[in-house]
């Protein structure tokens, strides 16, 4: 999954590149391309990026849970002593 998006990332890099090298010649196909590799970008290497970094993660770890409040207290009182 690192290497898929990693080359993905260097696609979309590329592709913008190249739709803004295109762009002073050709303007609708620059626009175009850069385009096309924003949407890539937001519609695909974000939300696969997103679920990578996540995948594996507990969501009630980051939660402000009343369990969560009481020991950020109990460690803040260990810490003044």
């Known amino acids: 999954?690192?290497?898929?998006?990693?080359?993905?990332?260097?696609?979309?890099?590329?592709?913008?590149?190249?739709?803004?090298?295109?762009?002073?010649?050709?303007?609708?196909?620059?626009?175009?391309?850069?385009?096309l590799s924003i949407m890539a970008g937001f519609f695909v290497l974000m939300p696969t990026f997103i679920y990578h970094r996540w995948k594996n993660k507990s969501v009630k770890d980051y939660m402000l849970t009343r369990e969560s409040i009481e020991k950020m207290q109990d460690y803040q009182k260990d810490k003044k002593l």
Request: proline share 3%; no cysteine; glycine share 12%.
């Open 1 to 35: 999954m690192k290497y898929f998006l990693t080359i993905l990332f260097l696609i979309v890099l590329i592709s913008l590149g190249i739709g803004f090298y295109l762009k002073p010649d050709d303007e609708a196909t620059g626009n175009l391309i850069i385009g």
